[in-house]
């Protein structure tokens, strides 16, 4: 199959276009990403996209090759070779490129390659396929600052968003005690995993966020504090809209990098964890919450979003959303 | 080997060590053993050395005259039993030899050696199945996907359509009818490809090796989710269930769904030692944070002689009736969650009992979340019978 070169999509006169080259050998799933992708992408408005197809890596390289495209989404299984293959060559030609995988396999069985090859958002092929996710997805590689927030994530017309500002250690089960209050009305069957999710985040991110001159932690986990500095403090919010509730914690150091998360998530999937509990938190979160997304503005903000469907829970094959800027 | 030269005998020990059934060798003259294959030291441990006589010197003498018979003979060994086929060469006069045992697993004297082959090749031809149906579940994503979200963007269209006609349009009856068939079978399609991806993804977990799923749970919680299952069934019509939970028990951190199948095999046992009436009292509390499951029904109780079989897998105490998980499985289960799990007799019936880490305790041993899933068996095995050392005097912990 050769590649071929969309028609522009029809996008109003003056709004700018993003090209993406989208890669997978099944081309029914090819049709339905571009379809979605340049008819019916909604998040951010303002702009475009239009889509070529490929249907190896050796289509996709070639496509490369004439075009420089904003953003690459590759599925990992191909016919030639694989979708980090690709990518790597893509970032050979264009090193500032955006790229995403998309799988329809399990997510641990490539968390430590998305680790060595640097890949921060790996998309999931599940049944029903959440285009919301996509959409947001794309949005957010394009234009990463925009991936900060809880609102962001919560449909228009979600309730209030409450927000406290955890000052000192005891202040982690003060929240603490107050978002358990918040989950309890819906019932939830995984409540008891949530509130144990809660406890990891919000202690991780009193105790690991504030970093002294030298860039080292300055707490020791479990130690009391009395007091943070106000650049220390750490911003809590949640809400709930129709299907899902969302909870964000955010510091104000920025100081982890994807590569970091990633490092966390891959020993603990592979058991090396066993000895220490180095990461142990973030792997917990990733594997009982139904979606974590990770905002990393470096040397400003990290911010974790935890978003949790209220029924209907989704596929267990869950997406890696890390957006590093 | 007194009549193979040294080429001979390498070729026939080499052949002998693949063979899938044990195959030991021993001396006529006293029943020692002067070989045996890889799948017999398996089988047998510590109960077969090289050089020492088979068995116990009781049992050796046993041994002698059977294998003497050149006769087929069932024997119970500590996990299991086997049929032991000898054969027997001796030099002319008889007064040396060795004789060749084969070592067939089976429950009992009653072994059809036809059917025993055609079971095995059954079982390969079930395994390759197996894995060609695995296979292609696999590939079932890509189409799965397609119907999934071909629908979905069909709705889409429809759904930006609707929005586009005028009013004096969409009012019509059967334009409004229309979008409403239409998106309501896209819905019925969409709730079609959901459940043809859920029995995929089951499919695919339980052809994987085992891995716990872990979280936290109230054992409260644990123990109502599995007395539901259980009151409905007719078996336990007449079986009465007495819990007792004592007071603050901290959460455990285990694979709920795993351990409520335990609890329901537990107490599916009771019920079926009491002969479907009577009543099984079930204790949970916490002790040196270890969360403590009893369950101690009013029934005769287990055979001293195979209460220490118990957990073994081919423990033939009862018939498997195929839905409960063997013992043996429910104890490696805990195992791998860092408890233990031990049986003993009271003056009631039988009890018993099942220790689980609390959430707190598997935290300090790290064996939370995905480290603990994801230790190898050694490794887990190890965890849990360290737990089960710790003994009751009258308890016959395993």
């Known amino acids: 199959m050769t590649a071929q070169t969309s028609a522009t999509a029809t996008a109003p006169a003056g709004t700018k276009t993003y090209k993406l080259l989208l890669i997978d050998d099944e081309s029914s799933i090819r049709d339905n990403l571009k379809e979605y992708l340049e008819n019916h992408h909604h998040v ?37 070779s694989n ?13 500032g490129i955006k790229a995403a995988l998309i799988t329809a396999y399990d997510l641990d069985s490539y968390i430590r390659m998305a680790k060595e090859d640097h890949i921060y958002n790996i998309i999931t092929k599940t049944a029903p396929f959440n285009f919301e996710e996509l959409s947001r997805t794309v949005h957010n590689l394009l234009f990463p600052d925009e991936a900060m927030g809880l609102e962001t994530y919560l ?25 358990v209050a918040f989950m309890k009305p819906f019932d939830l ?137 | 080997m007194v009549f193979l030269d040294i080429g001979e005998q390498l070729l026939i020990e080499s052949v002998l060590q693949q063979c899938p059934l044990g195959v030991l060798l021993l001396s006529i003259t006293n029943a020692e053993l002067l070989w045996r294959n890889q799948m017999a030291t398996t089988l047998l441990g510590a109960h077969a050395s090289i050089g020492e006589t088979f068995g116990s010197q009781r049992q050796g003498e046993q041994f002698l005259e059977q294998i003497r018979n050149d006769k087929p003979f069932y024997h119970h060994i500590e996990d299991g039993g086997f049929v032991f086929v ?57 189409p799965l996907s397609s119907i999934s979200m071909g629908t979905q963007l069909i709705a889409m269209s429809v759904s930006k359509l609707q929005q586009r006609l005028p009013k004096e349009e969409l009012s019509q009856p059967h334009i ?43 054992p409260e919680v644990l123990i109502r989710n599995s007395l539901n299952g259980f009151i409905n069934q007719p078996l336990f019509r007449r079986i009465a269930v007495e819990t007792e939970f004592a007071a603050d028990l901290p959460q455990i951190m285990c694979d709920a769904e795993k351990v409520e199948q335990i609890v329901y ?46 957990f073994s897998p081919f423990s033939t105490t009862k ?30 019936g039988a009890c018993f009992q099942m220790r689980l880490p609390s959430y707190s305790v598997a935290r300090e041993k790290h064996l939370t979340g995905g480290a603990m899933a994801l230790l190898d068996g050694t490794m887990q095995r190890k965890e849990g019978d360290e737990a089960c050392t710790d003994r009751k005097n009258d308890q016959s912990a395993v």
């Open chain 1, 44 to 80: 951010g408005s303002g702009y475009s996209l239009s889509v070529d197809e490929a249907a190896t890596v050796a289509e996709g390289v070639d496509c490369l090759k004439t075009t420089a495209y904003d953003l690459v989404i590759s599925d990992i299984n191909l016919p030639d």
């Open chain 1, 83 to 95: 979708g980090f293959e690709l990518l790597r060559q893509a970032r050979a030609m264009y090193p």
């Open chain 1, 155 to 179: 449909e228009v017309g979600a309730s209030q968003i409450e927000h406290r500002v955890m000052k000192n250690s005891d202040d982690i089960m003060k929240v603490h005690a107050e978002l």
């Open chain 1, 189 to 325: 069957p995984d409540h008891d995993a949530l509130s144990v999710v809660m406890v990891e985040a919000l202690t991780n991110a009193v105790y690991h966020a504030p970093r002294d001159e030298a860039g080292e932690e300055k707490y020791i986990k479990g130690e009391h504090i009395d007091q943070l500095l106000e650049s220390e403090t750490v911003d809590v919010k949640w809400g709930v809209d129709g299907d899902k509730l969302g909870v964000s914690i955010r510091d104000k150091f920025g100081a982890v990098k994807a590569s970091d998360v990633l490092f966390w998530l891959d020993r603990n999937i592979s058991g090396e964890s066993i000895f220490d509990t180095h990461g142990r938190g973030m792997y917990l979160i990733h594997r009982l919450t139904h979606r974590v997304i990770v905002n990393l503005w470096r040397g400003k903000s990290t911010e974790l979003i935890l978003l949790h469907y209220l029924s209907d829970p989704p596929a267990d094959n869950k997406p890696l959303a890390i957006n590093e800027f």
């Open chain 2, 86 to 142: 000898p054969q027997t060469m001796t030099t002319p006069d008889g007064s040396q030899g060795v004789c060749i045992v084969w070592m067939i697993p089976s429950s009992s004297m009653d072994v059809d050696l036809a059917n025993l082959q055609r079971d095995w090749l059954q079982q390969r031809k079930l395994a390759t199945v197996g894995q060609m149906i695995v296979e292609m579940v696999h590939e079932l994503s890509n």
């Open chain 2, 176 to 218: 409004s009818q229309w979008f409403e068939k239409i998106m309501r079978e896209l819905t019925n399609v969409s709730s079609a490809v959901q459940k043809a991806s859920k029995l995929r993804e089951e499919l695919l977990a339980f052809s994987k090796p085992s891995r716990l799923q872990l979280k936290p749970v109230s």
């Open chain 2, 265 to 310: 095999n537990l107490l599916k046992n009771a019920a079926e030692a009491m002969e479907g009436k009577g009543m099984v009292e079930l204790r949970v509390f916490l002790k040196a944070g270890m969360v403590t499951f009893e369950f101690e029904d009013h029934g005769p109780g287990i055979d001293d002689a195979i209460i220490d079989n118990v």
């Open chain 2, 319 to 348: 018939k498997e009736t195929g839905n409960g998980l063997g013992l043996s499985i429910c104890r490696d289960i805990i195992g791998q969650h860092g408890g233990s799990f031990s049986v003993y007799n009271t003056a009631k």
